[in-house]
């Protein structure tokens, strides 16, 4: 028997409760640091892959079961030193490639997954309090990790939490640490001390970022960075080539010009010959809303077409920052008289706000990927059917809405949904060509471009009117198009070519309903299940095939233990995605939902004890189940319910998640309750292994069939297991 003293169990919860924060904080700066120095595809994948580390740890627990007490507190110090170790190297180092840094991304995560399935095998009898600390931990570190990289940033964060946990370390074990280790982990604690005062990394050049293949100045070792800042949301740099434009990066590829503009407009005025100008030169000229601002350079032109009133809404705080921080090259043009800056997500905007708008204007608001899966990965709430209603309804009764768009394709989802609206305003057809008209960019800033070659548009500026275009104006955009040296693709009654566009939509294969709320991948250009994701989610199911293959655990007990992980995940990612709307931010959503679940459910577990059976049936099981089918369904009502204060939102959404984050904390511990010793390492990690196939399943899900599909598909795996649970033995 594994009877544990009290200190035992505290000694236990602290290991626990700092080895999981410590894990929780380190996963969310790898997706910081992945994204600077990798394309998205590669920084979900890596990061995916890398968590498969905890079931590996959960698998050497199981195989060093007795050593493990022993070896217990020398893995904790290990593990603290390792997550430093691991980030000095990815950033000291030159571009190493996406293998190099998934092997540098698991150790750390073998480690955590070692000491945490380790310490429940070994204190099997308080494994509902230690999956308690365990979950509270993280729910704590989700929401501190956040605070942490915005207070000072990603890489500091990291030598914070890894000062704590050798701190930790030292107090735990230092009857039984020797004198020479004492000696080692203090010097260190006091390097860690200094560098929080005088970071380290000031010293050391950001060879992974500034020689990354995916970073647009890693060929231009003469672009000087003068200005760069680092938070949990991006990384925004302003590079300074000598020439007339300086360029922000954000993450080291989404770029937007900034004009070097002494507030003299005559300077900026070739901004007037880009195809997007075109939006702001003919109509009512009040008022202006610009989403995505970027640099600013909109906000220039609607200045020279006479724009009185201009709100430039940017989700990036960086962006205005840095425009701030070079007002003497840029002319600190969001300081302007006239000049509103908004940071927010351009839909939550939308929503909230009462104020009426003569053009509402969205320019290249996510860079292009070429159909790369991580961009199509990424909700994005501005481009769909609904969010285009909700421009429009923003509009004045002559307003007009404009997008400058990447190619031909996002053009045909464009225009698919504004036919749509324009169709639920009772137009039919042939009237609806008079309201849209659509120009292709030949040339930008003296560079030609591709312009129309075969069925490619080039950057089609598309412009959608409150009311019908008339021939006046027609012929004015006509004129101002061919000015400029641009291309009139459609322009009501003096090129009509509706009926051109049409024909070459209907030859494309593009997955036209991908831009609704429920589903709003709007870089999700096909119809079919992604591949990439396919391959991902089959190698963690090797992975626990392999872990599987001496039968500790039976095949009923993998099935429970697979089966709560996956409809955990599809439950959390979902929520996660589907709530960044009426929270406003992405990373509001993250911390909220993140946070909530897993202190809830750290609450469940504590209780999981008295949890109650129906006819031999674990009954947490079907609550999950309901529960997040109801948050769900009431979720949904925000769609209708924004003008609702945020603060007011968010509690509103934490008053609906906390019961379903209390019950899905349940089922795990009462499955380890009911499993031999031995059984309990393995099982963690066939469950930690799981929670990776959950997390690429859930993205899956959601891109093919929406995120209503993909919460029933994971509350149907709670129901499941609740009505086939006799069969799983032993639980």
């Known amino acids: 028997m594994y009877r544990l003293q009290p200190r035992a169990v505290v000694k236990d919860m602290t290991v626990v409760f700092f080895s999981s924060l410590a894990m929780i904080i380190f996963e969310i700066f790898l997706s910081r640091f992945f994204s600077v120095i990798l394309d998205y595809n590669y920084v979900f994948l890596i990061i995916s892959l890398a968590t498969l580390g905890i079931g590996v740890g959960g698998y050497l627990a199981y195989k060093w079961n007795e050593r493990f007490i022993e070896m217990s507190t020398s893995i904790l110090g290990t593990f603290a030193v390792s997550m430093m170790l691991v980030v000095l190297t990815m950033y000291a180092l030159p571009y190493q490639g996406i293998v190099f840094y ?9 480690l955590g997954g070692l000491i945490l399935a380790g310490t429940m095998q070994s204190s099997k009898e308080q494994v509902h309090i230690l999956y308690f600390v365990d979950l509270v931990a993280a729910g704590l570190g989700a929401t501190g990790a956040i605070f942490l990289m915005n207070a000072i940033n990603p890489i500091q964060t990291i030598g914070l939490i890894t000062f704590v946990l050798i701190f930790v370390y030292l107090v735990v074990s230092y009857r039984k640490t020797g004198r020479w280790s004492k000696f080692v982990y203090s010097f260190v604690l006091m390097g860690l001390a200094l560098n929080m005062v005088y970071p380290f990394l000031d010293f050391i050049e950001f060879k992974a970022y500034r020689t990354s293949p995916f970073t647009v100045f890693s060929k231009r070792p003469d672009a000087k960075i003068v200005y760069t800042h680092w938070d949990a949301f991006s990384r925004t740099d302003v590079y300074d080539t000598k020439d007339e434009l300086l360029y ?52 220039l032109t609607a200045q020279m077409s006479g724009f009185e009133e201009i709100d430039a809404v940017d989700i990036n ?51 292009q990927s070429e159909n790369g899966l991580g961009l199509a990965l990424t909700e994005n709430f501005i481009y769909t059917h609904e969010a285009l209603k909700d421009y429009m309804n923003r509009l004045n009764s002559d307003g007009r809405l404009a997008f400058l768009l990447h190619d031909d394709t996002e053009l045909n989802k464009m225009m698919y949904a504004a036919k749509k609206y324009y169709q639920g305003q009772g137009m039919d057809e042939k009237s609806i060509k008079n309201y849209i008209a659509v120009v292709g960019t030949y040339q930008h800033l003296g560079h030609v471009l591709v312009g129309m070659k075969g069925p490619i548009i080039n950057r089609p500026l598309l412009i959608l009117q409150k009311q019908p275009m008339d021939k006046e104006m027609a012929q004015l955009l006509m004129d101002s198009t061919l000015h400029i040296q641009q291309i009139p693709i459609h ?11 049409q024909a070459l939509f209907n030859t494309q294969h593009v997955n036209v309903n991908s831009n609704r709320d429920d ?94 059976t129906i006819y031999g049936r674990y009954s947490p099981l079907v609550i999950i189940g309901f529960l997040a089918l109801l948050a769900n369904t009431l979720v949904g009502l925000f769609d209708h319910s924004l003008e609702i204060p945020e603060t007011h939102r968010m509690f509103i959404i934490v008053v609906l998640l906390f019961p379903l984050g209390f019950f899905m904390g349940m089922p795990f511990p009462h499955g380890l309750a009911h499993l031999q010793h031995e059984q309990v390492a393995m099982s963690w990690g066939i469950n930690g292994v ?17 995120f209503t599909v993909t919460l029933w598909i994971g509350a149907s795996i709670y129901i499941l297991l609740f009505i086939f649970q006799p069969t799983v033995k032993s639980v």
Do not use: W
């Open 102 to 110: 998934a092997l540098c991304a698991i150790l750390p995560f073998i």
């Open 248 to 299: 922000m990066t954000i993450d080291g590829s989404a770029m937007s010009p900034i004009s070097k503009y002494s507030k003299e407009l005559k300077e900026v005025d070739y901004l007037l010959t880009t195809t997007g100008a075109l939006s702001f030169q003919h109509g009512p000229k009040k008022s202006a809303l610009i989403i995505g601002a970027g640099g600013g350079q909109e906000v």
């Open 317 to 367: 705080k960086g962006s205005f920052d840095a425009v701030h921080a070079l007002a003497g090259l840029s002319g600190d043009i969001f300081h302007q008289n006239g000049v509103k800056e908004i940071i927010s997500d351009g839909r939550s905007y939308i929503k909230k706000t009462t104020k009426k708008y003569d053009l509402i204007y969205l320019s290249l608001v996510k860079k």
């Open 491 to 501: 322009i009501p009654h003096i090129n009509d070519q509706y009926g051109t566009l």
């Open 519 to 612: 589903r709003p991948f709007f870089y999700n250009k096909t119809n079919q299940f992604p591949m990439g994701l396919v391959v991902a989610i089959m190698i963690p199911i090797l992975v626990a095939m392999f872990l599987l293959r001496r039968r500790v655990l039976s095949s009923g007990q993998a099935v429970y233990f697979s089966g709560i992980a996956i409809g955990f995940m599809l439950i959390e990612v979902t929520f996660i995605q589907k709530l960044s709307l009426p929270l406003g931010h992405p990373t509001r959503s993250f911390v909220t939902v993140l946070g909530v679940l897993l202190v809830a459910g750290g609450i469940g577990s504590y209780c999981s004890k008295q949890g109650k």
């Open 690 to 706: 799981m929670t990776v196939v959950g997390s690429l399943l859930a993205a899956a899900l959601s891109l093919t069939f929406g």
